[in-house]
């Protein structure tokens, strides 16, 4: 299928139904997922004689409307989507034919993992020892930790901040944190440039959202953690020209399918599996 990350929600959806009503795919199950490193991973993971795994452009809201638009045409179809804050929240999620990720999202899934963590970290660490790897995880938390419990006040206000500018450059790998006033700088000058008011940041919010002790692997965004790991690795590891996308593929490789066996969406998936008699994955002897 067409991979350009340049092409329509519209273009997708047409695409996949063309693909879901061809007589070849009557027993091919279709895993829709939200970007293109979500597609590299789950490939792997799935089993390619019977799954096609494909992204949808859009987030959330359009892999869900995708998933739903489609199942009347197909009936071998679901959806894998970031969690992002809702286990957080304690929200009932019903869906019909979408799995939650266990954590934030499936990038920070791969970071829970010790053995993937280390594996990496011995890559660009190779001096540090393994029992101090736990310590390096716990500093990029503390350093995402302003910029997590925002994110997370900005989902239950529903303040539809815009969070998509860069923030690596105000990462402090001495003081373990992110600059974080003038973050809000930007952030507010962001907001003027689509024509929204600056916000009064309630510091007191952040912080009685900081006592409620939220779990830090529900609360801090894979992708942002990856970006504050990657500056953490040029500033302190053997990796000066160290690259996001470089470091996320590095987790993915990693990442084997011994590792999601262990987790609640694998077994989600795997009764989805049985109760629709088909084959997701493959089956070792």
């Not at 969070?163 to 952030?187: A, P, V």
């Not at 609360?219 to 953690?225: A, I, K, Q, S």
């Not at 970006?227 to 020209?241: C, I, P, Q, W, Y």
């Not at 694998?266 to 009764?271: A, H, Q, R, S, V």
């Amino acid at each position: 299928m067409n991979q350009d990350k340049d092409i329509t929600y519209q273009y997708k959806f047409d695409e996949l139904r063309l693909a879901i009503t061809h007589p070849h795919s009557l027993k091919i199950a279709y895993v829709l997922v939200e970007g293109s490193s979500d597609e590299r991973l789950f490939r792997k993971l799935f089993n390619s004689d019977y799954c096609k795994v494909e992204w949808v452009p859009g987030g959330n809201p359009k892999l869900e409307l995708c998933v739903n638009d489609l199942l009347p045409f197909h009936n071998l179809i679901f959806g894998i989507r970031d969690a992002d804050f809702i286990n957080l929240n304690k929200i009932d999620y019903t869906k019909q034919n979408i799995f939650l990720t266990d954590l934030h999202d499936i990038e920070m899934s791969m970071i829970a993992e010790n053995e993937v963590f280390s594996a990496v970290l011995h890559e660009y660490l190779p001096i540090l020892p393994k029992n101090k790897h736990q310590e390096v995880r716990n500093d990029v938390f503390k350093i995402l930790e302003k910029l997590s419990l925002l994110k997370w006040l900005n989902d239950i206000e529903f303040l539809e901040l815009p969070f998509e500018f860069g923030f690596q450059d105000l990462i402090s790998i001495n003081n373990m944190e992110i600059e974080f006033e003038k973050y809000i700088t930007r952030l507010n000058s962001e907001l003027k440039k689509v024509g929204k008011q600056p916000i009064e940041l309630s510091f007191e919010k952040l912080e009685n959202l900081k006592k409620s002790k939220p779990d830090i692997f529900q609360l801090t965004n894979g992708h942002d953690f990856l970006k504050t790991l990657s500056e953490f690795l040029r500033k302190r590891g053997n990796a000066k020209d160290l690259k996001y996308d470089d470091l996320a593929s590095n987790f993915r490789i990693n990442y084997s399918i011994s590792h999601f066996n262990r987790t609640q969406l694998y077994n989600k998936i795997k009764e989805w599996e049985v109760s629709n008699s088909c084959v997701l994955f493959i089956h070792f002897k």
